[in-house]
């Protein structure tokens, strides 16, 4: 079986790459020449956990491929699937150019049948436009080659990407097509040996189950954050409201942590983008209106502590900032709440020294010179007015105490909960976390 997987980014290439691994003969094509030429080399233009052995793996044993030319890719192949950006365009909703872009692609170029799989996170509407895309092109071609479209939206994980997709927890198919049903059934059959289902539907429905499921999940944050701000009002602490909360089943532990607000390349715009599909559609989705509001709010607390403690005088300050990419075990820093804080720290005048395991290279092309970068995360602690925790990665969990030892001022900022205040305390240093006393 021969695929092609058009847009080698964090889903395309991680995707690709695991069918390539069940067996499939898989093509990862993408417009940009440094990443094809990149990966031939064995260099990953992304870090996630894993990547890299697969994809030599795969590479070496010619299961899977890199080009930059899509026709040369679907020559012969049974699926085609779309997996570029839709980043927000100005007004929040999805720009789907560079999908409908590489289906025009597909249409001026494909030879034989083909099913056209978007795996992009699309509106609903988009698989329709797909098509009509290809149909365009064929027609100027005066081609009948017969085609299908479907839309399988990608659940993924950025961190757990390779796992999440190797042993998915099911697999979402919208089509309307009998033979395009039956080849993404092959397709996904050893993905699902296991028993997690893989589940058919209409092409609306697939759609629009993607944008649920991280608008359900960024709903689960923004509610914990608000009543994690509202713990602080009240004298009570978060952490012990999760834990008493997580234990009944109907509600379940995960994604109720309480934090300095979602980011990442995923929920901040899908979140948008289905407020403004809904109300392209004369519907307002008023919960989710009120969990954007809520994140935008809650990317501010962290600083917002750090200026009150120092009665709002923070130039020329100090501050060590461990953790920049959006979660930990990615180097992704779109929409990371790291830069929200860092913009708002160099505003107020202060000196910002930060460390990431992975994030580092992101972040120079980022912010540039305006921070300093540290490669160890206590090498700035000398003299540092304040920490600041905002990406839990695991090197932070157990804090070094003698190496901290040389703050000018001992206080710690900690935007994930993730350590014990008492203990904190006990060792002389003040302690903020979020929603706790
Ligand atoms: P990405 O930015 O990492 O990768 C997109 C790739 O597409 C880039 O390498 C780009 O060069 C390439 N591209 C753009 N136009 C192209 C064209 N015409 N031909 C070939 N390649 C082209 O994006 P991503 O994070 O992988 O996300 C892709 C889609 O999947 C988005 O819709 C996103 O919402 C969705 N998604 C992302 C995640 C995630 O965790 N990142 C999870 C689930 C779904």
């Known amino acids: 079986m021969k695929i ?33 030429d990149g990966l031939k080399n064995g260099i990953m233009p992304i870090w996630e956990p894993g990547l890299e052995n697969l994809v030599k793996r795969n590479y070496e044993k010619k299961r899977l491929s890199f ?44 030879q034989n049948y083909l099913v056209v799989i978007t795996k992009s996170t699309v509106p609903i509407g988009t698989a329709e436009k797909v098509r009509e895309t290809i149909s365009a092109e064929l027609k100027k071609r005066n081609s009948d080659i017969p085609f299908d479209v479907a839309s399988n939206p990608e659940f993924l994980k950025e961190g757990d990407a390779i796992s999440d997709c190797l042993h998915p927890d099911r697999i979402v198919v919208g ?41 359900m999940l960024a709903t689960k944050i923004s509610f914990m954050n608000d009543i994690a701000n509202f713990c602080e009002k009240v004298g009570a602490d978060i952490n012990y409201v999760r834990k008493g909360i997580g ?12 934090g300095t607000g979602y980011g990442g390349s995923c929920f901040p715009k899908d979140v948008k983008a289905i407020i403004k599909t809904a109300d392209a559609n004369d519907y307002s989705l008023e919960i989710l209106k009120a969990v954007e509001n809520v994140n935008d709010r809650q990317k501010s607390t962290l600083f917002n502590k750090l200026y009150k403690y120092f009665d709002g005088n923070l130039k020329d300050r100090k501050i060590v900032l461990w953790g920049l990419s959006f979660k930990p075990n990615t180097d992704d820093m779109r929409e ?34 305006t921070i300093n970068y540290v490669k160890d995360p206590y090498d700035a602690i000398d003299n540092a007015d304040a920490l600041l925790l905002v990406t839990e990665w695991t090197e932070f969990r157990v804090l070094n105490y003698p190496r901290l030892a040389s703050m000018k001022n001992k206080v710690i900022f900690d935007g994930r909960n993730i350590y014990e205040p008492f203990e904190v305390r006990d060792r002389g240093f003040k302690y903020f976390g979020i929603g706790r006393n």
């Open 336 to 369: 990371a709440p790291a830069l929200v804080i860092i913009e708002m720290l160099l505003n107020a005048g202060a000196n910002v020294y930060a460390y990431d395991p992975v994030a580092m290279h992101e972040a120079k092309r980022i912010l540039g010179n």
């Open 247 to 258: 234990t009944d089943k109907r509600i379940g532990p995960y994604f109720i942590y309480a």
């Open 67 to 110: 080009t930059t030319n899509l026709e040369e890719s679907i020559n012969g192949a049974e699926a085609c699937f779309i997996a570029v950006g839709t980043p927000p365009d100005e007004d929040g909703s999805a720009d789907l150019k560079y999908v409908l872009d590489v289906a025009a692609e597909i249409g001026r170029t494909m």
């Open 175 to 215: 089509t309307d097509s009998e033979r395009a049903k039956e080849i993404i059934n092959r397709l996904y059959k050893p993905f699902v040996l296991n028993g997690h289902p893989i589940i058919f539907m209409d092409i609306p429905s697939a759609e629009l189950t993607k944008y649920a499921a991280n608008a």
């Open 4 to 36: 092609s997987f058009v847009g080698t980014g964090y889903v395309g290439l991680v995707s690709g790459t695991c069918f390539a691994e069940m067996g499939v003969i898989t093509t990862c094509v993408d417009i940009d020449q440094n990443k094809i």
